[in-house]
């Protein structure tokens, strides 16, 4: 089954405490990027990948890390979460910009 | 201003009736357009998708594009109360960025 794949779907965590999100897709996509999304803001791209080893920023990037090493993967990273990092995050893949596969999306909240 | 613009709603459709959703951009460039589902606590899921000015249907969903006037719409005929969801706006624009509208709900009423 083509899917994305998200992993934790829901995480608590404390300010300062690094953490990685990680994004997976088995559809062969080369575009893939990184979505938060906050009541009355939409989604919001904060880094998106055209190829490995190609990443970029997106509107809000600040407090974020991402890697592309491999096709499939696309991991998040939180070096030093911070409570407005709470948040629903969406990981998405795609052939080009527009017509994306979304995860399911992951719920973090940061205390 | 924002770069991709809906009404947030709630937007309440008779069950039966057409669901008429707007969305506006401000990137004249702009060369793609999207329309997805979100249906509440899941991810988004494409629905249509619209390059050309004028009218794509499918199924029960109509797309327009005018791309003179900057907007694009989107009609659902014969509203179901599945259909009850947030719909988002996305807009691939001139450099290739895709930003997306905040959303319009959608409540199909029995």
């Known amino acids: 089954e083509a899917q994305v794949t998200q992993n934790p779907r829901y995480l608590i965590t404390v300010t300062g405490k690094k953490l990685t999100v990680t994004c997976s897709q088995n559809?062969?996509?080369?575009?893939m990027s990184w979505y938060r999304q906050d009541p009355g803001l939409g989604l919001r791209q904060i880094y998106y990948s055209m190829n490995v080893e190609v990443t970029d920023k997106g509107d809000v990037p600040e407090g974020y890390k991402v890697s592309r090493k491999e096709k499939r993967n696309f991991p998040l990273i939180l070096e030093s979460p911070s409570p407005n990092q709470t948040s629903l995050y969406f990981c998405a893949s795609s052939l080009s910009r527009g017509e994306q596969f979304f995860g399911p999306g992951t719920r973090l909240t940061v205390l | 201003q924002k770069e991709v613009e809906q009404n947030s709603g709630p937007l309440s459709v008779p069950e039966g009736a057409i669901a008429s959703l707007n969305c506006t951009y401000s990137?004249?460039?702009?060369?793609?357009f999207f329309w997805y589902r979100q249906y509440s606590g899941k991810s988004p899921e494409l629905i249509m998708f619209?390059?050309?000015?004028g009218d794509k249907e499918d199924g029960r969903f109509t797309a327009q594009l005018n791309k003179a006037s900057q907007y694009v719409s989107l009609l659902i005929r014969d509203s179901q109360p599945s259909d009850s969801a947030t719909y988002l706006c996305?807009?691939?624009?001139?450099?290739?960025?895709?930003?997306f509208g905040a959303g319009t709900q959608v409540v199909v009423t029995p």
């Open positions: 990137d004249r460039g702009s060369q793609s």
């Open positions: 619209i390059y050309s000015n």
């Open positions: 559809m062969n996509h080369e575009y």
């Open positions: 996305a807009v691939n624009g001139s450099w290739g960025k895709l930003q």
